[in-house]
T-cell receptor, first 112, second 116 residues
Framework: EDKVVQSPLSLVVHEGDTVTLNCSYE??????LLWYKQEKKAPTFLFML????IEKKSGRLSSILDKKELFSILNITATQTGDSAVYLC????????????FGKGTHLIIQP | GAVVSQHPSWVICKSGTSVKIECRSL??????MFWYRQFPKQSLMLMAT?????????EQGVEKDKFLINHASLTLSTLTVTSAHPEDSSFYIC????????????FGPGTRLTVL
C-alpha cells in the first residue's frame, strides 16, 4: 500500500521567516510527487516532481525530490500571512491504482 | 488554466435521502475523473476513479452501491450518495485529468455535505 508521511503536521512562524516542509513516501513504481496548497476549499497545484535533484521554483516557493532517499521538501522563503494554509504532498504510482495518495498535510500558520 | 467546477458547493440533507454532486471540467475534456473525500483535519482519501463511458473503479472500503458514480461525458461526472447517514458528512472533492497518468489533476472547489 502506498504511503505518504508529511512533517511537521503543524508549524507556526513569523512573517519573513523561511520554512521547510518535508514529505517522505513509499510507493510501488513511483511516477511523480506533487505538492498542493489547500486553503478553505480544494487544493491548488504547486509543483509536480518526477526527477531527482532538479529544483522547481515558483516565486518564493521551491521544491526538490530525492528518489534515492524517497523524500521531497517544499521551501517557502520570506513567508507572508497569505502563505498560511495546509500544504499537501501526494504521490502518483505508475502501475496499479490510479489517483493520488495524499499525506495528512502540514498546517502552516504565518503570524504577522 | 484548466477549471473544474462542482455543484452544489454545500448541501444539508436528512438521513436516508440521496444527494447528487456534479463535477464538470469547464475548458477541457477529462478522460478520467476522481472522487476524493476529506474528513475534518484529515487528508484527501481517494474514493473512486471514473473513466468516461465505463464503470468506476472503487477503492477498498468504499461501497459502490452507496456511492454511485456516473461519467456520462468527457466533461461531467456525478457522485450520488444514496441513503445518506450522518457518518457520510464530509467534504467531497472531485478532480479531472485530461490524459493518462503523468498528466496533472485539476481539483474542483469541493462540496460540503452535512447529513442530519
Amino acid at each position: 500500500e502506498d504511503k505518504v508521511v508529511q512533517s511537521p503536521l503543524s508549524l507556526v512562524v513569523h512573517e519573513g521567516d523561511t520554512v521547510t516542509l518535508n514529505c517522505s513516501y513509499e510507493v510501488t513504481n513511483f511516477r511523480s510527487l506533487l505538492w498542493y496548497k489547500q486553503e478553505k476549499k480544494a487544493p491548488t497545484f504547486l509543483f509536480m516532481l518526477t526527477s531527482s535533484g532538479i529544483e522547481k521554483k515558483s516565486g518564493r516557493l521551491s521544491s526538490i525530490l530525492d528518489k534515492k532517499e524517497l523524500f521531497s521538501i517544499l521551501n517557502i522563503t520570506a513567508t507572508q500571512t497569505g502563505d498560511s494554509a495546509v500544504y499537501l504532498c501526494a504521490v502518483e504510482s505508475g502501475g496499479g491504482a490510479d489517483g493520488l495518495t495524499f499525506g495528512k498535510g502540514t498546517h502552516l500558520i504565518i503570524q504577522p | 488554466g484548466a477549471v473544474v467546477s462542482q455543484h452544489p458547493s454545500w448541501v444539508i440533507c436528512k438521513s436516508g435521502t440521496s444527494v447528487k454532486i456534479e463535477c464538470r471540467s469547464l475548458d477541457f475534456q477529462a478522460t478520467t475523473m476522481f472522487w476524493y473525500r476529506q474528513f475534518p483535519k484529515q487528508s484527501l482519501m481517494l474514493m473512486a476513479t471514473s473513466n468516461e463511458g465505463s464503470k468506476a473503479t472503487y477503492e477498498q472500503g468504499v461501497e459502490k452501491d452507496k456511492f454511485l458514480i456516473n461519467h456520462a461525458s468527457l466533461t461531467l461526472s456525478t457522485l450520488t450518495v444514496t441513503s445518506a447517514h450522518p457518518e457520510d458528512s464530509s467534504f467531497y472533492i472531485c478532480s479531472a485529468r485530461r490524459g493518462g497518468k503523468g498528466y496533472e489533476q485539476f481539483f474542483g472547489p469541493g462540496t460540503r455535505l452535512t447529513v442530519l
